[in-house]
């Protein structure tokens, strides 16, 4: 990716979470802190990796659903599996408030709606988060306000399949009416959203998240670009090198 490549672009299409926002991390602490309410005195280590075990063995519908229907079952609690999530939700509107950009990522998003190119978000988030960081975040209101800088926004409530269905991508496709691919390109971290991407017949930027580490390999080999930040990719697309 370069600037030449960038001048030929349409549509951007970015990722949220372990792309743009440093969202990842917080989640796993939000788990932890949801299942030591409950009385568990394993290791955050152990609590993260049981609950991605049963992400890998109930992975259709909601996935928070199914894992809270098993904390459900695990620690008989007097609970719906709705009211765990409901649970876990309010839990997260506080963890949400506080996090932030990836370094240079606004710098990115600036210079590009400066170029006249079209923005879009295609998230696995909630509506409901992306809220909280459009209203109650500061570090993200103050920095680069995501309604203001992002032309269309697709979020979790909007489609039916997650990624790597590409649902989600060729929703925004079609809402701009891109008919020549070549002309958009989208910017992911984990390996389901870059499926998801290559799913839609687009082109992807991977940029580095340590959290998807464990599928690294294959997002090497299945992205047209690996940068590890957006300094990088700054260098690369606006001082050509």
Do not use: W
Not at 111 to 132: E, F
Not at 139 to 144: E, G, L, M, T
Request: aromatic content about 8%.
């Amino acid at each position: 990716m370069n600037h030449k490549e960038l001048a030929n672009l349409e549509l951007v299409i970015f990722d949220l979470d372990g792309t743009l926002i440093d969202s990842n991390g917080t989640h796993n602490e939000i788990d932890i802190e949801l299942v030591r309410s409950f009385g568990e005195s394993k290791s955050s280590e152990e609590i993260l990796k049981e609950r991605n075990n049963i992400f890998k063995k109930n992975n259709t519908g909601d996935i928070y659903l199914n894992y809270c229907e098993y904390l459900k079952n695990k620690y008989n609690l007097d609970l719906s599996k709705e009211e765990i999530l409901q649970l876990r939700r309010n839990l997260a509107k506080r963890f949400l408030k506080e996090i932030k950009y990836k370094p240079d990522a606004d710098t990115m998003i600036k210079y590009l709606k400066s170029q006249n190119i079209k923005l879009a978000l295609g998230t696995v988030s909630r509506r409901a988060d992306l809220n909280i960081y459009i209203n109650e975040n500061e570090h993200i209101r103050s920095k680069c306000n995501l309604q203001e800088y992002f032309d269309f926004i697709v979020t979790k409530d909007d489609v039916t399949l997650k990624k790597p269905n590409p649902e989600v991508y060729n929703k925004i496709i079609q809402e701009f009416k891109i008919n020549d691919l070549s002309k958009c390109i989208v910017v992911e971290d984990s390996l389901s959203g870059i499926l998801a991407a290559k799913n839609a017949n687009l082109r992807v930027i991977a940029i580095y998240d340590k959290y998807a580490d464990k599928d690294r390999e294959k997002i090497n080999e299945l992205a047209d670009y690996n940068v590890a930040n957006f300094k990088e990719l700054i260098r690369k697309v606006i001082n050509n090198g």
